[in-house]
T-cell receptor
Framework: NAGVTQTPKFRILKIGQSMTLQCAQD?????MYWYRQDPGMGLKLIYY???????DKGEVPNGYNVSRSTTEDFPLRLELAAPSQTSVYFC????????????FGEGSWLTVV | KNEVEQSPQNLTAQEGEFITINCSYS?????LHWLQQHPGGGIVSLFM?????KKHGRLIATINIQEKHSSLHITASHPRDSAVYIC??????????WGAGTKLIIKP
């Protein structure tokens, strides 16, 4: 099993550009999450999904969109990138939400200039 | 609203020392998670526990549901244990609430 795979690992965007961070898991997990982590700070939930076709906002959803057309994939779209979106993004998945191990991708370092 | 507090925020110790990191949460939970984030950024799940104690190698995690408190212990600490340790609990909406993390440095 590959676990949770995120791409790209590094990306530099210009202000106003758009991009999609890809996330895939091969563990048949129902729950998938996108977090951002600013330097020296903790994880903040952007969006999460409890299954294919179902997504919901987390703590910091503004400027982002997600979709979950399959159980495996949970892409995060950045529209009109802003410097405030410079951060490290982590995708994660779990079988359930409360009592199951959470698996993280390796992270995507995004810089908006 | 559930809040998760970790202490200490930073901890520097010598190799071989016994390490304790604490996590307190404000509302009842169904599970508490301990994770490790290495300087390269990768996050690994260490423990998920809802009662009692779990042990994996030199790492031990305990939880006291009545006191809403969990601890992560590292025995015979080693420089490779240097990382940020994060705890997370679930709130009433079953969302994960993350602590700010404890940065641990083990000096040789």
């Amino acid at each position: 099993n590959a676990g949770v795979t995120q791409t790209p690992k590094f990306r530099i965007l210009k202000i106003g550009q758009s991009m999609t961070l890809q996330c895939a898991q091969d563990m048949n997990h129902n729950y998938m999450y996108w977090y951002r982590q600013d330097p020296g700070m903790g994880l903040k939930l952007i969006y999460y999904s409890v299954g294919a076709g179902i997504t919901d906002k987390g703590e910091v959803p503004n400027g982002y969109n997600v979709s979950r057309s399959t159980t495996e994939d949970f892409p995060l779209r950045l529209e009109l990138a802003a410097p405030s979106q410079t951060s490290v993004y982590f995708c994660a998945s779990s079988l359930g939400i409360a009592g199951n191990t959470i698996y993280f991708g390796e992270g995507s370092w995004l810089t908006v200039v | 609203k559930n809040e998760v507090e970790q202490s200490p925020q930073n901890l520097t110790a010598q190799e071989g020392e016994f390490i304790t990191i604490n996590c307190s949460y404000s509302v009842g939970i169904s599970a508490l998670h301990w994770l490790q984030q290495h300087p390269g950024g990768g996050i690994v799940s260490l423990f998920m526990l809802s009662s009692g104690k779990k042990k994996h190698g030199r790492l031990i995690a305990t939880i006291n549901i009545q006191e809403k408190h969990s601890s992560l212990h590292i025995t015979a600490s080693h420089p490779r244990d240097s990382a940020v340790y994060i705890c997370a609990s679930t709130d009433s909406n079953y969302q994960l609430i993350w602590g700010a993390g404890t940065k641990l440095i083990i000096k040789p």
